[in-house]
């Protein structure tokens, strides 16, 4: 993990129009082994980074990224599938 990288793993749900934020939510954050997340990175609470992930600096995670991919940019997209 990069320097200045956050992991947001709470949020709050949409309350109704007397005040939107509602009350607040965890989410699981799974990394799994051989990740390298680079430098000012996002990863958003629900996402799950598979083993071998690379994540390309100041990309934005916010869903699950396959085993052995490189992803990158806001909202994070598969750059190029890595050899095992």
Not at 35 to 53: D, H, T
Not at 57 to 75: I, K, Q, T, Y
């Amino acid at each position: 993990i990069a320097m200045e990288c956050l992991f947001v793993s709470s949020s709050h749900y949409l309350g109704d129009f007397r005040r939107r934020a509602g009350a607040a939510q965890k989410l699981n954050i799974e990394v799994q082994d051989g990740v390298w997340i680079g430098a000012r990175s996002i990863v958003m609470g629900g996402s799950k980074l598979g083993e071998g992930v690379v994540v390309a600096a100041s990309s934005f995670c916010n869903a699950e990224v396959l085993a052995n991919h490189m992803v990158g940019g806001a909202p994070a997209r598969t750059i190029k599938v890595l050899d095992d």
